[in-house]
């Protein structure tokens, strides 16, 4: 990133490809649209271009990268605020990669992961946000806290209802798909 | 700890970033409580389900876009800007102009530099040229120059006899009064108290201006203008005091002018009287 913002663009290539595929999997996560979310990554590049010599060399890159992420999810947001924009799209359930041997196995594997999919897209922005960047995007709970701008401990207690939350929401789904 | 503060705990547990006396402390407590046992595996199915969700892969599409865009950046970065194209350009036409090996170029300065000598001590040295004789337009012209001049010194001369006589009465007895403490009063003086004697509104001005002209009761033009304007002063006090003056100055030629206002008996009785008298000190 430094040689980035020293002028040479050409390293932003570099950058590109150590980061957009957990960029793309957190604002699949986020948004639950992948179209959208390759727009996104984009977005998010074209930021750390144009803001690059706001880059300050303290601390990781991915949390500034996050950072500009957030910022991007929120505009994203704030355009589509209908309902519909905001559903999850079924091919991402759908598209989910299957290694199992049996069909059953197969068929019940992919039901219980559309499940959580369900789940997870069901949690309020916050709290899913927190279980993404954690579980997902492998951020340390001191670092998510730099990046909500609050203390380890309301990360923690955060992640705790997300969590809960997730497994009520997930045990209901199962449950009504049973019945 | 209570059950509550146990299940807080869980995700430390569960990554292993509890210190390791919280960490017995809660596999004691899980040991014995069904509670925290259910919330325990209950939470170990939802992290392991969460963590099975497999990582999405973007399309091909996002990378190409990509790559395509930060070739149009770097080639838009990478353009001259053209102020620098102008200035290259600039510079290459006067290295163009300058000699190529340093002696030459040490020459060429030297000969600047003796060259600019050279013309900067011509120059200040350079005598005036004599001043060309006008022709004969010039000469008209100048001609009327000074006439303009002229005229428009007469016009300023009459703008400020005009602002005179626009003064206040005060002021005007004041400036008639400032000539009776002359000891020498020339033709314009004289003229200006014959002028101030003969238009004056001021009854007062008009006295003080024949009495300033009591000195110069000798000279013809005096005793003239104060019989001039007699006829037209309106004034008996007036009337009084120049023929009185004009009686002082034994002037033989006021006599006409004595008997014509002696004759007359539109004016007042005290001024036909004083007409009578100086008539027969004439």
């Known amino acids: 990133m430094l040689a980035v913002r020293a002028g040479d663009l050409a390293r932003l290539g570099d950058l590109f490809e150590r980061h957009q595929q957990p960029l793309y999997g957190f604002f699949v996560r986020i948004t639950g649209q992948r179209t959208a979310s390759e727009d996104l990554v984009q977005l998010v590049f074209y930021r750390i271009l144009k803001y690059r010599h706001t880059y300050r060399d303290e601390g990781k890159f991915s949390a500034w990268i996050y950072h500009l992420a957030r910022k991007v999810a929120a505009d994203h947001f704030r355009k589509h605020t209908s309902k519909a924009a905001r559903d999850v799209e079924p091919e991402v359930v759908e598209a989910l990669p299957d290694h199992s041997p049996k069909p059953d196995e197969k068929a019940a594997r992919n039901d219980d992961l559309a499940l959580m999919q369900s789940a997870l897209s069901q949690l309020p922005d916050e709290q899913r946000e927190v279980l993404v960047l954690h579980r997902f995007q492998n951020l340390r709970h001191d670092e998510i806290a730099r990046l909500l701008d609050c203390s380890v401990g309301a990360v923690k207690v955060r992640a705790h209802r997300a969590l809960a939350t997730l497994r009520d929401v997930y045990f209901r789904l199962r449950r009504e798909r049973l019945a | ?282």
Request: glycine content about 4%; proline content about 6%.
């Open chain 2, 1 to 282: 700890m209570n059950c509550e503060r146990i299940q807080e705990c869980f995700i430390d547990y569960q990554s292993g970033t509890l210190p390791t006396a919280d960490a017995a402390q809660i596999r004691n407590h899980l040991k014995s409580c069904l509670t925290c046992q259910r919330e325990w595996s209950g939470l170990q199915e939802t992290l392991l389900k969460l963590d099975r969700l497999p990582t999405p892969v973007p399309s091909g599409r996002m990378a190409a876009q990509f790559y395509a865009w930060l070739e149009e950046e770097q080639r838009t970065a990478d353009a001259p800007n053209p102020f620098a194209i102008a200035r290259s350009r600039l510079d290459a036409l006067i290295a163009s102009w300058l000699p190529a090996r340093p002696l030459f170029q040490a020459a060429a300065g030297l000969a600047l530099l003796l060259g600019g000598i050279w013309a900067g001590s011509h120059l200040l040295n350079e005598q005036p040229s004599p001043q060309p004789t006008p022709s004969a337009a010039e000469a008209r012209l100048l001609a009327e120059v000074s006439d303009l001049r002229n005229r428009v010194d007469s016009m300023g001369q009459f703008v400020a006899y005009s602002l005179q006589q626009q003064q206040s009465g005060n002021r005007r007895l004041q400036g008639v009064l400032t000539t009776l403490d002359r000891s020498e009063t020339n033709d314009r003086v004289l003229a200006e108290l014959l002028n101030t004697l003969a238009f004056d509104p001021s009854t007062n001005v008009r006295l003080c201006a024949l009495e300033a002209l009591y000195p110069h009761v000798g000279r013809d033009e005096v005793r003239a203008g104060v019989l001039a304007a007699l006829p037209r002063e309106a004034s008996p006090l007036v009337q009084v005091a120049m023929i009185d003056f004009v009686a002082a100055a034994r002037d033989h030629a006021a006599a006409p002018a004595l008997e014509e206002l002696t004759r007359s008996l539109s004016i007042d009785k005290a001024v036909r009287d004083a007409a009578r008298r100086a008539l027969v000190q004439l």
